[in-house]
């Protein structure tokens, strides 16, 4: 059965340094998202993407965070300068479908992302 | 904006037993959707069962039933005849029923459920 996978699983970084969360979705699927959870609290929505540009972003995802999807494959997290609030664990998601009931957000296995 | 309440951080059961995990939302909205997600130890998060708001009848999947209470705003999982391979976090989620693009997930926190051989 395809699946959400996403790279690294486990990432420490210095902060104000740049970390790139690597995912690729599922083959066939149009929509893509980006989630977090801080240990202990909600997951929490950071943005959707579809046909290459931004369809929602939540008030976390500011300008230190983009998102892009450079080769048709990948899809990616980019935190330019990261802070100590940072520190999550950071979900991938794709759908094929946005609109419909049939449509199911099929979720990768997280990246652990430290920040130092 | 629509929150989704699990109060519960924890619950136990006994394998075979069955257990009810329980979940309330707020929300203006008159049309959306509900989902349970299990995240097990492996972190993948899983879809379980959902339910369309519109619908009275309370979806079902195998071992797994909700409550649906419209008026309530309550969405209860029971997981019938508990295995072990049941015991993760469960994750109760609210996703507007809008066409196009928004479509993203409102999660509660979670309850981690144990699964007692």
């Known amino acids: 059965e395809p699946e959400v996978t996403q790279t690294p699983s486990h990432q420490v970084t210095q902060m104000g340094q740049e970390v790139i969360l690597r995912c690729v979705p599922i083959?066939?699927?149009?929509?893509f998202y980006w989630y977090r959870q801080i240990l202990g609290q909600k997951v929490e929505f950071l943005v959707s993407f579809y046909n290459n540009e931004i369809s929602e972003k939540s008030e976390i995802f500011d300008d230190q965070f983009s998102v892009e999807r450079p080769d048709g494959s990948n899809f990616t997290l980019k935190i330019r300068s990261t802070k100590l609030e940072d520190s999550a664990m950071y979900f991938c998601?794709?759908?094929?479908?946005?609109?419909?009931?049939?449509?199911?957000?099929?979720f990768g296995p997280g990246t652990r992302l430290l920040v130092l | 904006a629509q929150t989704v309440t699990q109060s519960q951080p924890e619950m136990s059961v006994q394998e075979a037993e069955t257990v009810t995990l329980s979940c309330t939302y707020d929300t203006s909205e008159s049309d959306y959707y509900l989902f349970w997600y299990k995240q097990p130890p492996s972190r993948q998060m899983i879809l379980v069962i959902r339910q369309e708001a519109y619908k009275q009848q309370n979806a079902t999947e195998n071992r797994f039933s909700v409550n649906f209470q419209k008026a309530a705003k309550s969405f209860s999982l029971k997981i019938s005849d508990s295995q072990l391979g049941d015991a993760a976090m469960y994750f109760c989620?609210?996703?507007?029923?809008?066409?196009?693009?928004?479509?993203?997930?409102?999660f509660g926190k979670g309850i981690t459920l144990s699964v007692r051989p």
């Open positions: 083959s066939n699927h149009l929509y």
């Open positions: 989620a609210y996703r507007s029923r809008h066409t196009g693009a928004n479509s993203k997930l409102t």
């Open positions: 998601a794709s759908s094929a479908n946005a609109g419909s009931i049939q449509e199911t957000q099929y």
